[in-house]
Structures are given as structure tokens and as C-alpha cells.
Nanobody, 121 residues
Framework: VQLQASGGGLVQAGGSLMLSCAVS????????MAWFRQAPGKDREFVAR????????YYADSVKGRFIISRNSARSTVYLQMSGLKPEDTAHYYC???????????????WGQGTQVTVSS
């Protein structure tokens, strides 16, 4: 399984970005897809997750109402639509996949290389 994240960049506070995570080699659609982020000097933090088959979602409180996770099965891609961005959203964003609904990075088995999001004030 390979995950390829893209879509990061520099945006002003209040702006929007859409991250994409292209999935290849994942043949079992029972997995959970998630986005995490890590800012310099901080631990990796859960952002959002979605079950690939059922489509149900879950968000960290810090992004609820501002971020939306979705998936396109035909394109084997997971998205993270981010709006109302704040400087504290600045981090390297990673997509990951695993077999369970969890918020803990250790329970996700495969990770992409990530994409940088920088929000200026």
C-alpha cells in the first residue's frame, strides 16, 4: 500500500486548502483513512478519519466545523477540505490507513510522506 499526499501550501489566515491522498495497492475497502498533523516540536496529532466503505467520519475538536474529510472510491483518493484556516493549523499533514477506528497514530499501519501547510497571520 502506498499513500501519496499533496495539496499543501502557504495560505493566509481565514483561507482554504484541499489536501489529497492518493491510495494505491489497497485492495480491502474495510480500512480507515485518517489525516494527522505534526508541528515542529510537537507530537503527531489526530485531525480526522473516515471509514472507506461506510463513509462515516470523525473529527478532532480543534478542526470540527472547519475541516471536511471525504473519499472518492473511483479515484482511490481521500480528501481533506480545510477552511477557516488559523496559524495554529500550520503543520506537516500526513494521511494514514489502518484497520480500526482510532485517533492514535500507533494504530495506523501505513503512512504517506505528508504535505506542508503553512497559515500566515
Amino acid at each position: 500500500v502506498q499513500l501519496q499526499a499533496s495539496g499543501g501550501g502557504l495560505v493566509q489566515a481565514g483561507g482554504s486548502l484541499m489536501l489529497s491522498c492518493a491510495v494505491s495497492g489497497l485492495t480491502v475497502r474495510s480500512n480507515v483513512m485518517a489525516w494527522f498533523r505534526q508541528a515542529p516540536g510537537k507530537d503527531r496529532e489526530f485531525v480526522a478519519r473516515i471509514r472507506w466503505r461506510e463513509g462515516d467520519t470523525y473529527y478532532a475538536d480543534s478542526v470540527k466545523g472547519r475541516f471536511i474529510i471525504s473519499r472518492n472510491s473511483a479515484r482511490s483518493t481521500v480528501y481533506l477540505q480545510m477552511s477557516g484556516l488559523k496559524p495554529e493549523d500550520t503543520a506537516h499533514y500526513y494521511c494514514a490507513t489502518g484497520p480500526v477506528r482510532a485517533n492514535t497514530p500507533e494504530l495506523f499501519e501505513v503512512w504517506g510522506q505528508g504535505t506542508q501547510v503553512t497559515v500566515s497571520s
